[in-house]
């Protein structure tokens, strides 16, 4: 059995408590790795470890092209130890290895090289002259924050993680990460992987341990200036709760009930699987899943058809195996909340038409079938409310401005996309949705030059490329005046006589 | 355990029931929490009010709801009972 410790300080430790506990993975509901559990004083311990590397200086003073040249050697790391990565992700969180092999590990690799490229074309001081009142130089610049914090989820832990961790580090922070208690080991194995890279020890920390006593010390430690996370609306609003005792800055990456609206003159057969590869990709434990497929009402039968056709070329099996397309739920909790909804969503009159239970032969791990509900009405709960699971809602509209009007009758507002091949008409309904990420005749493509992020109760901030480098950064103006006596400070006149 | 983490704690607390897409729909254990608008009371429990945000109201007016209390030693809710090792779960749909 693996086991790993918390990675504080450069160093592999156990929890100051002692506690461990061991990592099940969901395909087959057996324990695979042991792993420490932190408790309060390991938080504050990691958190230290932080401060005192950020008060010393060793990596906001490293100049840029030293940090860059840093992010690029952490990219190859993760590249040497893909294999190692994709299995241990497979694992943790029942992603398909196809999935971790092929997304997960080149998708964390690439986000340290955007940011290394973001960090290079940022300017760290920019100048600017001024004649009024007074002549002055006037200079921009961009500091770190200093501690940073990032309380991801197990979704896409390794990946969520390497979108805390590398802007963090190409803005010259030090950092403390959080995992996901259900699956916490990429994240360790990062730690590890950034200082092999010639990261300092303390400038990047992950700990493992339950969201109530850690996750609740770092959202409030005085010593964190920033904390970023990714999960649930519900944490989310907590988290800003209790970082707003210390004033400090916070993103937030939350829900979503992304609408995928198919306009009447897309190609149906390739909307239909994009439909389905919308909601269903991992198990559809995606923050910006297109939940709410949106089709014409007299196209609605024939779309609905050819999604249930499509699905039969989803593959469920063990996680291990490449010719396994999708996986089991993470966890019982998960699989007990879509089976929760399927129940709710049956309850509130919609027709389920595929799936709506556990697939037949698959007694053993958290495996859920791709459902599909039609007849859903957009203000049902099934519509309304995020399941994270192989649960997608297929509405009816009557025309254009009804679907944006669906679309956008959400309090969530993360993704979404429009079908049609008329690009010009895609893009103005692009433009009326408000979301941060719409995609057009694509889904789930995220690139790491491109800012994330959700409107309304989908989070606070954007995430990737300048955006998300910018939301590590503090801003300085520093107003140059000139050495002149009294008299030639004219504004001087306001107060004296 | 709320007659526990009442005694541990000294600012008022608050049972929310919320749902979202990585904890489930459980309550969720608060100090001094910042209710959302329109959050609706639907009851409490050793003295402990609890509220579901305005999307869940309706559905929670006219029928019982057991709150219950079980082993987990790995949930990331920031509920006040799981430094204890628990976890709050609703018992019903």
Redesign the interface.
Known sequence: MKEFGLFINGQWEAAKGGKTTQSINPATEEPWATVAVADREDARKAVAAAKKAHDAGVWRGTPKEERAEVLRKIAAGIGERAEELAAAEALDSGATIRKSTLADVPSTADTFLKFADALMADEEETVFEEAAPVPSRNIIRKEPIGVCVGIVPWNFPMLMASWKIAPALAAGNTVVIKPASNTPVTALLMGEICSQAGVPDGVVNVISGPGGSIGEELASHPDVGKVAFTGSTEVGRRIMQLASGTVKKVTLELGGKSPNIILDDADLDTAALAALFGTFFHQGQICESGTRVLVQKDQYDTFVEKMIAGSSKIQLGDTMDMMTSMGPLVSKTQYDTVENYVGVGKDEGAECVLGGSRPEGMEKGYYYSPTIFAGVDNKMRIAQEEIFGPVVSVIPYDDEADAVGIANDSMYGLGGAVWSQNEERALGVARQIETGTVWINDYHLLNARFPFGGYKQSGVGRELGAWGLHEYQEVKHIHVGENVPADQKIYFGMLFN | MLRRIGAERGGALTI?I????????AP?L?ED??L?YGSHSIGEAEGIPIYVPP?FKD?YDDRTVTIDLVDD???????????HGVRLVLRH?
């Open positions: 929310t919320d749902g979202g897409c990585c904890e489930g729909t969720h608060y929490y910042v959302p999307s559905d030693m790995g949930s990331d809710a920031l509920s006040l009972e799981t430094e749909r």
